[in-house]
């Protein structure tokens, strides 16, 4: 089973920057869907951002033109650039990628104001 291990998160303040970093086990998302959802406590785990894997992207309202998702094949690897960070962006946030089995751990973002 693919495992995921999600990194990167952290505190900032409001506008700070992060990227999270996503690997993978085995090499999985070259010709897949992928993406970054985050959930708070209590909370249905949302989307924050796909690509396709033709390229093509969609954001969540909420983070259009302050996030960016990107992945690199060859590391086996997926972004999430962050920037202008908001309060209510601090959430858990985990990676994603089509027919996926089980979720990771996670990677804590918490921005404070």
């Known amino acids: 089973q693919v495992q995921l291990a999600e990194s990167g998160g952290g505190s900032v303040q409001t506008g700070g920057s992060l990227t999270l970093s996503c690997a993978a086990s085995?090499?999985?998302?070259?010709?897949?869907?992928v993406g970054w959802f985050r959930q708070a406590p209590g909370k249905q785990r949302e989307l924050v951002a796909t690509?396709?894997?033709?390229?093509?992207?969609v954001y969540a309202d909420s983070v259009k033109g302050r996030f960016t998702i990107s992945k690199d094949n060859a590391k086996n690897m997926v972004y999430l650039q962050m920037n202008s960070l908001k309060p209510d962006d601090t959430d858990v946030y985990y990676c994603?990628?089509?027919?996926?089995?089980?979720w990771g751990k996670g990677t804590l973002v918490t921005v404070s104001p």
């Open positions: 994603w990628y089509g027919g996926m089995k089980s």
């Open positions: 085995e090499s999985i998302f070259s010709n897949k869907a």
């Open positions: 690509a396709a894997s033709g390229g093509s992207t």
